[in-house]
């Protein structure tokens, strides 16, 4: 069964990077055919697409986000990673991993998602 | 950027039918968009539902089905449970990305 578990550091000051990392179990993310991707959403709010990162190292961000992302895979570790850059009180949300499947729209497969504060 | 608009909140009796709707800045939404539907209940990680506009995933009951209504996607509850009442989100392929809808609070009363 496959498992995802975002980590991170919690809080993050203004205008530094948010890193987060999502460990993947029961299934690698070199297989091909998976788009491993992040989506977040703040306090109280709805959700947003981040970006993926396709099983052969294509990535897809958010434009309205492109600036500020990236999204790279570490096969070794079965773990993919997101970096936000220049983060805002703004960018406050729970972070969410997950597994997409035939596209970047259908995600069977999520992790609990990891609460990230922006504040000094 | 794509704007995708769903209703903000509905109410249903339990035991009741309901449609959720999504539509698109863009125009109308077609099988082209891969319209997917995801129930999330507070405090959890969202749930996939339904794919590409009509498919449902293995765990979702057969009170859910989704279309293409009016030019939108469409989610409906027929014979709505109590453990229904949730937040719904529909979420659509557009411009080379992948946009979600604002969300609709579907209360059971």
């Known amino acids: 069964q496959l498992q995802l578990q975002e980590s991170g550091p919690g809080l993050v000051k203004p205008s530094e990077t948010l890193s987060l990392t999502c460990t993947v179990s029961?299934?690698?993310?070199?297989?091909?055919?998976?788009?491993w991707g992040w989506i977040r959403q703040p306090p109280g709010k709805g959700l947003e697409w981040i970006g993926n990162?396709?099983?052969?190292?294509?990535?897809y961000y958010n434009p309205s986000l492109n600036s500020r992302v990236t999204i790279s895979a570490d096969t070794s570790k079965n773990q993919f990673s997101l970096r936000l850059s220049s983060v805002t009180a703004a960018d406050t949300a729970v972070y969410y991993c997950?597994?997409?499947?035939?596209?970047?729209?259908?995600?069977?497969?999520w992790g609990q998602g990891t609460l990230i504060t922006v504040s000094s | 950027q794509t704007v995708v608009t769903q209703e903000p909140s509905l109410t249903v009796s339990p035991g009741g039918t309901v449609t959720l709707t999504c539509a698109s800045s863009?125009?109308?939404?077609?099988?082209?968009?891969?319209p997917n539907w995801y129930q999330q209940i507070p405090g959890q990680a969202p749930r996939s539902l339904i794919y590409?506009?009509?498919n449902k995933q293995s765990w979702t009951p057969a009170r859910f089905s989704g279309s293409l209504l009016g030019g939108k996607a469409a989610l409906t509850l027929s014979g709505v449970q109590p453990e229904d009442e949730a937040d719904y989100y529909c979420?659509?392929?557009?411009?080379?990305?992948?946009?979600f809808g604002g969300g609709t609070k579907l209360t059971v009363l």
């Open positions: 979420l659509l392929y557009s411009g080379g990305g992948v946009v």
């Open positions: 863009t125009g109308a939404v077609t099988n082209g968009n891969y």
């Open positions: 997950a597994r997409a499947k035939g596209g970047l729209t259908t995600y069977p497969d």
């Open positions: 590409s506009t009509t």
């Open positions: 029961g299934g690698s993310i070199s297989t091909s055919g998976y788009y």
């Open positions: 990162i396709y099983y052969n190292g294509n990535t």
